[in-house]
């Protein structure tokens, strides 16, 4: 089975500039999370996504925003990009079933560099 | 809010050692699960192991066993048979668990260890 798939691996962008990153959750699951990973830290939650409707935002400004569409897959933009926007961008899907979610599984990642 | 920590930031073993990487969390929930996640150079986040706080046993994966004192809110890994490939950092992590209601369940992160496996 195709685990959590996300693309672009490697992405370069300047200041100022947009981007979109995408991710396909694993069959079955209708939960989608995003993650971003500065250098050498945790992730932090950014997003999640269930049956296409924003469950839950983390502490980012409005800059950040994503989507969820019918086939579950999602992606996630980032408008006005900043240095401090360099990070790797990690997608996680999870099976919720009866109103609990389960455990999430990570994609392999986007590295976003903002010159 | 939750909080998870990992108090040590680079560890070493030598190959077919066993080594023990600690976590230490803080929440005021009572349902919930614990995990230890590896992300090995290539960057991929994978599951190592999964605790659920109701469960007095704890977890093993093969060569994996945690140690989960829910009094102590203290959750350690544990490596029997250190192979190169176990070379990665690991991350514990926290969340939340409970019926959703139309709320989200994130994973809260620890800040990580990085472990090197030496030959």
């Known amino acids: 089975d195709a685990g959590v798939t996300q693309s672009p691996t490697h992405l370069i962008k300047t200041r100022g500039q947009q981007v979109t990153l995408r991710c396909s959750p694993i069959s079955g699951h209708k939960s989608v999370s995003w993650y971003q990973q500065v250098l050498g830290q945790g992730p932090q939650f950014i997003f999640q996504y269930y049956e296409k409707e924003e469950r839950g935002r983390g502490n980012f400004p409005d800059r950040f925003s994503a989507r969820q569409f019918p086939n579950y897959s999602s992606e996630l933009n980032v408008n006005a990009l900043l240095l401090g926007d360099s990070a790797l961008y990690l997608c996680a899907s999870s099976f919720e079933t009866g109103g609990y979610q389960e455990t999430q599984y990570f994609g392999p990642g986007t590295r976003l560099l903002v010159l | 809010a939750q909080t998870v920590t990992q108090s040590q930031p680079e560890m070493s073993v030598q190959e077919a050692e066993t080594v023990t990487l600690s976590c230490t969390y803080d929440?005021?929930?009572?349902?919930?699960?614990l995990f230890w996640y590896k992300q090995p150079p290539s960057r991929q986040m994978i599951l190592v192991i999964r605790?659920?706080?109701?469960?007095?046993q704890n977890a093993t994966e093969n060569r994996f066993s945690v140690n989960f004192q829910k009094a102590a809110k203290s959750f350690s890994l544990k490596i029997s048979d250190s192979q190169l490939g176990d070379t990665a950092m690991y991350f514990c992590?926290?969340?939340?668990?409970?019926?959703?209601?139309?709320?989200?369940?994130?994973?809260?992160f620890g800040k990580g260890t990085k472990l090197t496996v030496n030959p």
């Open positions: 992590a926290f969340m939340k668990w409970g019926k959703t209601q139309g709320g989200s369940e994130k994973l809260v």
């Open positions: 929440t005021s929930e009572n349902n919930y699960y």
């Open positions: 605790q659920e706080a109701y469960k007095q």
